[in-house]
């Protein structure tokens, strides 16, 4: 079964998270939400509390297929000065699987830390401007390789649809479920 991780640090943007949660999960693509903090407890940057499936230190020996880093201004700078969101990156960046950051997580987590790698991405903003490390892409989804990023909230839709479709390997369900949510994808 495919797997996702979807990491969540105090100050989130929830809608990033909860539409791709939300997108993945209707294509029965198993989703766990993992909190990077001593509990399971977070609040997102719009003070939504939510409870994560997992903590990030109990799970962090696990291999998921992809992931997802939303953003958030606060949320993206907890996530790119925990070094244990750094570590489990980079290990599932060195077994090729997806990472996904969306929003400004491409550049503060991945450019912050070295994670780029000189791939292409992209991010909100003007913060591809502080990012030494990757080529910066202006469009609303960029994948190089197994790097996707998306630009923000208002392109979150097709960021979840095209993270699903690389997962699931195939479009015409991916396809089918935008239109049925009257997307068009």
Not at 68 to 87: D, H, I, R, T, Y
Not at 118 to 127: H, I, Q
Not at 135 to 156: E, N, T
Request: hydrophobic share 45%; net charge negative.
């Amino acid at each position: 079964m495919t797997r996702v991780a979807v990491l969540l640090a105090s100050g989130f943007e929830e809608a990033e998270a909860i539409v791709t949660i939300d997108i993945l999960r209707r294509l029965n693509i198993d989703v766990d939400t993992l909190a990077c903090a001593e509990s399971r407890a977070v609040v997102s940057y719009h003070d939504v509390p939510m409870v994560a499936d997992y903590t990030l230190v109990g799970q962090r020996e696990n291999l998921y297929d992809a992931v997802v880093l939303p953003g958030g201004p606060q949320g993206s700078v907890n996530l790119a000065a925990n070094p244990q969101v750094v570590e489990f990156i980079s290990r599932h960046d060195a077994a090729g699987k997806l990472i996904c950051p969306i929003c400004s997580a491409a550049a503060r987590v991945l450019g912050g830390n070295g994670l780029l790698k000189g791939r292409r991405y992209v991010c909100s903003g003007d913060l591809y401007e502080t990012v030494t490390d990757g080529i910066y892409v202006d469009a609303p989804v960029v994948l190089d390789g197994h790097l996707l990023s998306g630009k923000g909230l208002g392109h979150i839709f097709d960021f979840a649809l095209t993270l699903s479709a690389r997962l699931l390997g195939d479009d015409k369900p991916v396809r089918d479920h935008a239109d049925h949510i009257y997307y068009p994808w």
